[in-house]
């Protein structure tokens, strides 16, 4: 007891306790007894039993629902290491982490405490894997496995594959996925026992790119180049095959570089050997067909004065130029289209164009045909006939190849109007007199050829006068006197007088033609019949030359 002298004395013990009160004055006393009683029964604490936390349940309730209740009762939960979420002072305070939760319930009423604890578990026991790096996806691996391992899955764990840009194709829900795609893959392993989860990631790359590839457009196939290389441009690593279907493939056909002999679609696969890729391109290959088919020339053959002959290549039907031009044979050529002096022989003619095709044509070049021409020796005539002359040039040699024809004199000669070279060569000739003819055929270049005869004209005079008339004849044929003559050997008949016996002139006609009874003396003098006798007559007569001559004779009358 403390303070036993005063009014309120502390007493910590049940019992009875009298007090004694005494009056100092007086001395007089007075007692008091009370009695103390004693209320030190604790209230009854339970804290719960153990409580686990896992990663599905990382806040809980406490339950202190075994200890006192009432009003009189105050709760308090307290904790080292842990949390109290909320409810400290109640029988159910959410908790947040492990740790001792200790539980302290006063009675208010008797001020007497107990306290409890309870240990809060937790298991985070997480997955911990990895996942292995997949293959490369190529054009030979389209497929990959994404295999999850590791430890912390629990009995049951539940596994799922996810990818936003990529593609599952099976195992989704199991630690091992195929996929076929690139991309970011997720894998999420719940540990179904604690409800834990770990979230790895893995990145499925691909390598499907194509070698770089490609075939430049090749020249043409002629008739010189008779091969072609091919050339494929691509990386180095990649693995070549050309393939055709109508061309042909002479080597290195796994070459970037074939060599290749025939027209065609030549076809070319690069293939990576890393990744299986392959690009694809084709080349085509031709053949030039525009070749030379045909050609005209013109030949200016070798002349009879020695100029040699010359060829001019006037067309040439297809091929490509320009062109070169042999004479012979291809061993030589030359760019000139024109050729000179080419001796008399045949030529083999060829053109080839750029691109080496040719075509062959013989050229026979002529001996220069030397003019000749031919006449007989001698021709004989008579005064007042006349003969067609015929210059012979040889059949083989052309008329068109005689510029002129010159006859030497031309006295005597009668040509056609505007005569051709065959006219020219064929006069008629008239002479008066023995004439030596000479003919001359001149080429255009100069080249001649003589030739001569002789016409022989006998000049004896041929007139013929009838010495005997019968007037009264019944055909005509001798009623009248005149002269006849050859014809042509006399121009006209001057003069014709007829005399009687005693010179009396009976008859006389002028400028007349021989040859015509109708103007000749019909046998009578003042157109009475003359008595039968012999008369004289005298006619003066033109040749055809223009020599005059005196002529006479007798002529008898008959009746």
Do not use: H
């Amino acid at each position: 007891m403390i303070g036993e002298t005063t009014n309120q004395p502390l007493v910590d013990e049940p019992g009875t306790y009298d007090l004694l009160v005494t009056n100092t004055q007086n001395g007089c006393t007075e007692t008091a007894s009370i009695v103390v009683d004693e209320d030190v029964l604790p209230p009854t604490t339970e804290a719960g039993q153990t409580v686990g936390l896992d990663c599905d349940t990382q806040a809980k309730a406490l339950n202190g629902a075994g200890s006192s209740l009432g009003a009189n009762f105050t709760y308090l939960w307290t904790t080292s290491g842990g949390l109290i979420v909320s409810g400290a002072t109640t029988l159910t305070p959410q908790i947040g982490d492990p740790g001792t939760y200790v539980l302290t319930i006063e009675n208010t009423t008797n001020g007497c405490t107990s306290t409890d604890n309870v240990i809060v578990t937790e298991d985070l026991t997480t997955p911990a894997f990895a996942i292995a790096q997949p293959q490369l996806l190529t054009c030979l691996v389209t497929t990959a496995q994404t295999i999850g391992a590791g430890t912390g899955f629990g009995n049951a764990p539940t596994a799922t594959w996810t990818t936003t840009n990529g593609n599952i194709v099976s195992g989704g829900n199991t630690l091992s996925a195929l996929v076929d795609a690139p991309g970011t893959y997720i894998l999420t392993v719940v540990n179904n026992q604690t409800g834990c989860t770990d979230t790895e990631q893995v990145v499925v790359t691909e390598d499907v790119a194509p070698p770089p590839l490609n075939a430049p457009p090749v020249g043409l196939l002629t008739c010189t180049v008779l091969e072609r290389v091919l050339t494929a441009n691509t990386a180095p690593q990649a693995l070549l095959q050309w393939t055709t279907q109508n061309g042909n493939i002479v080597s290195g056909a796994n070459t970037a570089n074939p060599v290749v002999d025939a027209p065609g679609t030549y076809t070319v696969t690069a293939t990576l050997p890393l990744n299986g890729c392959t690009a694809v391109t084709s080349v085509p290959l031709g053949i030039e067909t525009n070749i030379p088919t045909g050609l005209e020339f013109l030949l200016d053959p070798p002349l009879c004065n020695g100029t040699l002959g010359f060829l001019t290549v006037e067309q040439i039907n297809g091929g490509i130029g320009p062109f070169e031009y042999s004479i012979d044979g291809g061993s030589t050529f030359f760019p000139a289209q024109d050729i000179d002096g080419l001796q008399p022989g045949t030529y083999d003619l060829v053109i080839r164009d750029v691109n080496g095709c040719e075509i062959t044509e013989e050229v026979p070049v002529p001996t220069p045909p030397s003019p000749a021409v031919a006449l007989p020796l001698e021709f004989s005539i008579q005064l007042g006939e006349d003969q067609q002359l015929q210059a012979i040039v040889p059949p083989a040699y052309p008329l068109a190849l005689i510029d002129q024809v010159i006859w030497e004199p031309t006295t005597g000669l009668t040509f056609e109007d505007n005569p051709t070279i065959a006219e020219q060569l064929s006069p008629l000739a008239m002479p008066f007199s023995t004439t030596q003819y000479t003919v001359t055929i001149i080429t255009e270049e100069g080249c001649r050829a003589v030739a001569r005869t002789v016409i022989k004209v006998d000049r004896n005079i041929d007139i013929y006068a009838p010495n005997i008339i019968w007037p009264e004849d019944p055909d005509g044929q001798n009623a009248a006197f005149t002269l006849f003559t050859r014809q042509g050997s006399v121009n006209q008949i001057l003069s014709l007088q007829v005399y009687d016996r005693w010179g009396e002139q009976l008859f006389v006609n002028k400028n007349f033609l021989p040859d015509d009874p109708q103007v000749g003396w019909p046998g009578d003098f003042k157109g009475e019949p003359v008595n039968p006798g012999v008369f004289v007559w005298w006619a003066e007569v033109e040749l055809v030359d223009g020599q005059k001559i005196l002529m006479k004779g007798d002529v008898t009358v008959v009746r």
